[in-house]
């Protein structure tokens, strides 16, 4: 694209064949924000689906839907949602969109790993272009690269998305301003958070709210669905100190339990705490990255964890899965990305007492295409399953997971296809639980 300012018009319509046009207008277009526009729009009617093209010159866009929320007071009937994360291009094809888009969704949640940052490797299904990515013109044909992807583009054309990110996005498992790779400084690190935001921000259908501020870009927000579900969504990355006891999946050393150490920073902690203990929704949804639940991974005597995870800021996570039991916070559910598997899990009071109540429910969702074809369960799964009683459920294909949620229970069922390798995989639903309303207890049906 040349520097100049270009001019973008747009319309809403009531109807895909834009009869009924209920809005329109213009916006500009500039090369410092990649000729990417964000239109906020006022006065649209809730609970109804709506119909949005852009025009440039004499060109036209594709048709896209999307749909407004209930009004805050109202008690919708019912919420489809489906959310997903970690879509490697290289490492296998999108087939999971292809399904996701047939199931009329009044919503779709990314949890993050839009992108991968790493250079292009050979022998994979597909190629990234070019280096390691840092500058801003590197992330921005990253992501023109990713959206190129059919299955993608119809998607985001299917239904409204609610995003957020995880490393990948920046720099795998980064912790605010430190890099996982030795040598690369603070300042380094930050320049290319700076760049990635940016360019986060303009391929992404975010508000005025979340534009970014060179390498600060405050993407946490709450987004309510009538009285039937608060949406909290979280970022993990920016304000989390530098893990603790190094990365991996170690025994936890001591640096878990020490003061301060924090994966949600102060001040989004208290934001969230806030919102839960003041919230009148049924489900109070929090919309975040890795796994909260404290899986040992180690098979037989000893312990093992995930050190990118919440396990690693073990004081935060006891103190607020407490504080969901003292508040009584109504039906905490967690949504998490991440880690390129299925899991289910009930999240105990206290995961250092495996006989502790449960206080809120966990479901974690596997990845769109990266790792490459999965498998259905692991060899170890008994053991697996034994010694972490609170998991009700592990599966390794890839996927993403579907939600049914009304005011009486909420049900999840884990979409899969068993290769990524090849097109046209069919689509499984390998489990199902419902979570009834004030029974933070997982049940398969």
Excluded at 104 to 110: F, P, Q, R, S
Excluded at 217 to 229: D, I, S
Aim: net charge negative.
């Amino acid at each position: 694209m040349p520097m100049e300012p270009v001019e973008v018009s747009w319309e809403i319509a009531a109807d895909d064949s834009f009869r009924k046009v209920v809005q329109k207008g213009t916006k500009i277009a500039v090369h410092d924000w990649g000729h990417s526009v964000h239109v906020e729009l006022q006065g649209l009617q809730p609970s109804r689906w709506y119909y949005y093209r852009f025009k440039v010159g004499n060109e036209t866009s594709q048709v896209g839907r999307t749909r407004t929320a209930p009004p805050i007071n109202s008690t919708p009937d019912e919420l489809r949602f489906a959310f997903a994360s970690c879509q490697h291009y290289e490492t296998g094809h999108y087939t999971a969109y292809d399904h996701m888009v047939r199931e009329d969704l009044d919503l779709i949640i990314h949890l993050g790993d839009y992108i991968y940052e790493g250079k292009g490797a050979d022998g994979r299904f597909r190629k990234h272009h070019g280096d390691e990515i840092y500058t801003v013109d590197d992330y921005r044909t990253r992501y023109a690269q990713y959206k190129s992807d059919p299955a993608l583009m119809a998607t985001h054309a299917a239904a409204p998305w609610l995003v957020t990110w995880d490393d990948h996005e920046v720099d795998n498992n980064d912790a605010d301003d430190v890099s996982q790779d030795k040598g690369v400084s603070s300042a380094r690190l930050l320049q290319s958070r700076a760049n990635a935001y940016k360019a986060y921000y303009e391929h992404m259908p975010l508000r005025s709210a979340q534009l970014p501020h060179g390498p600060d870009m405050p993407l946490y927000r709450r987004v309510p669905y009538g009285n039937l579900a608060d949406f909290f969504v979280l970022d993990t990355r920016q304000y989390r100190s530098d893990q603790p006891c190094g990365d991996g999946n170690k025994i936890p050393c001591d640096g878990v339990y020490e003061e301060g150490t924090s994966i949600l920073g102060v001040h989004q902690r208290s934001w969230l705490m806030n919102g839960l203990e003041h919230s009148a929704a049924q489900w109070n949804v929090l919309a975040q990255q890795v796994m909260m639940a404290n899986l040992d991974r180690q098979v037989g005597p000893g312990v093992a964890v995930s050190m990118d995870k919440w396990a690693a800021y073990e004081l935060e996570r006891r103190d607020l899965l407490n504080w969901f039991n003292e508040a009584q916070i109504t039906n905490p559910v967690v949504l998490t990305g991440d880690i390129h598997k299925n899991y289910a899990c009930e999240l105990l009071r206290e995961f250092n007492d495996l006989d502790s109540s449960s206080v809120g429910t966990e479901f974690v969702g596997t990845s769109i295409s990266s790792s490459g074809d999965g498998f259905d369960q692991p060899d170890n799964i008994d053991q697996l399953l034994s010694e972490n009683p609170f998991l009700k459920y592990h599966n390794g294909e890839r996927g993403y997971v579907s939600c049914t949620v009304n005011q009486k229970e909420w049900r999840t069922d884990y979409r899969t296809v068993p290769f990524v390798s090849r097109p046209n995989a069919p689509l499984n639903t390998r489990a199902s639980f419902v979570v009834e309303s004030g029974r933070p207890i997982l049940n398969k049906v």
